[in-house]
Nanobody, 113 residues
């Protein structure tokens, strides 16, 4: 059974940083393209960043240069380092393996101005 557990969210001021973690079980992070999505109130869920099995990364234009996706294959965990946070980054953040339909419970990120 696939399980994705996100953590690391919280309340931070504009310009601050947070590091999100996604602990995976039932799938092997090193063999899958893993992604972080977010959903703000009243908006559709959007893809923020992904990392392929080979380590290539892709980012939403609005987070390029501020967010970094990475993974620790030994820990079967994916991370999202978020710097220079803006109020528009406020959302629930979810991780997902692209090839699977399962979602985690998400972690709330709130950026206050």
């Amino acid at each position: 059974q696939v399980q994705l557990v996100e953590s690391g969210g919280g309340l931070v001021q504009t310009g601050g940083s947070l590091r999100l973690s996604c602990a995976a079980s039932g799938i092997t992070v090193s063999l899958n393209t893993m992604a972080w999505y977010r959903q703000a109130p009243g908006k559709q869920r959007e893809l923020v960043a992904d990392i392929t099995s080979g380590g290539s990364t892709h980012y939403l234009d609005s987070v390029k240069g501020r967010f970094t996706i990475s993974k620790d294959n030994a820990k079967n965990t994916v991370y999202l380092q978020m710097n220079s946070l803006k109020s528009e980054d406020t959302a629930v953040y979810y991780c997902k393996a692209i090839a699977y339909v399962y979602w985690g419970q998400g972690t709330q990120v709130t950026v206050s101005s």
